[in-house]
């Protein structure tokens, strides 16, 4: 069936071709509370699109939220939170400042009846997480986690060429992301939610349950603790019900390839870069016969998870397929169990 394969390049379109059938429909306004740099990544990525805008940033400094404002034409900069959530013109709240703040900050606009984007990871830990979706029901609001990879389409592509067999049987996954940042405040400080689980692992562990499942029978795993008390590397090893394993790292204290492999049976899948898949080769009998490459009209990525927030909003949608509320929740679970082996607390524990 696939003797005829040949090597070839590919840039997806189906999603690209999906999302753009919302270009003949009204805008979402965004708005985002926090300036740091993940609010600068958003606001790069909706400055093209025709679909969505950001409307406002909310910053603790007003002045930081007015150079914020100039930098990308974003028509309002407030200097409070409150401010922002109380803007009727505003469709969605995307919430993009450190774990530690993501579940008052995110609880603000619920109650204030937005719809709301949260970045990853959702927040501190399963019981804030468990909080924050009970609310968002009760006042009727769409509420996701802005883990990007869920989003993105080469990571959909992924899933299709596991499920057409070109690998065989998928067994055995690996997952690693690392990057020097053992001296940034937000890794370090417990109050901010340091360490690399939330930052880092948390994608791993996605990429793992994207393809792998979520029956996860047996963990194993090891931790480095740095000064502080958070982690700092991390190896966790996940056997699943079905007989395949997942080996994974993550860490804030080395640099290193950020990739991720499927192996199957008769070959393997290759990922480059897990959180942000932007190339994947297809390897049967260990010869390359096929390779993907991200869509030639994204941004950063970070457009996705907005623009599947608009479909989800438009249906009347109160979470998203892509990442349920019970995935995230599982996920928020499996990383407090974690913490607690590794003895990693913070202050909202």
Known sequence: MFSSLITFHYSLSLFTIH?????????????????????HKMAQALQPLHDAEVTAIASRSEQKAREFAAQYGIPRAYGSYEQLVTDTDIDLVYVATPHSHHYPHARLAIEHDKNVLVEKAFTANAREAEELMRLA???????????????MPLSHQVREIMESGIIGEPRLLTATLCYMMEQKERIVRPDLCGGALLDLGVYVLNFARMYFGTDITRTVTNCHLGPTGMDMMESISLSFADGKMANLQAGCLTLNDRQGIINGTEGY?????????????VWRDYQLVAQYDKPAN???????????CKRCIEQHLLESPMMPHAETLSIMRQMDELRHQWGVVYPMD
Request: hydrophobic share 40%; charged share 20%.
């Open 19 to 39: 999302y753009s059938l919302l270009k003949t429909m009204e805008k979402i306004k965004v708005g985002i509370i926090g300036a740091g740099w993940i609010a």
């Open 137 to 151: 029901r009760q006042h009727n609001v769409f509420l996701t986690e802005a883990i990007w990879t869920r989003y």
């Open 269 to 281: 899948i290759r990922v480059d870069n897990v959180n942000c898949p932007e190339h994947i080769e």
């Open 298 to 308: 994204m941004v950063n990525g970070y457009e996705y998870q907005v623009l599947e």
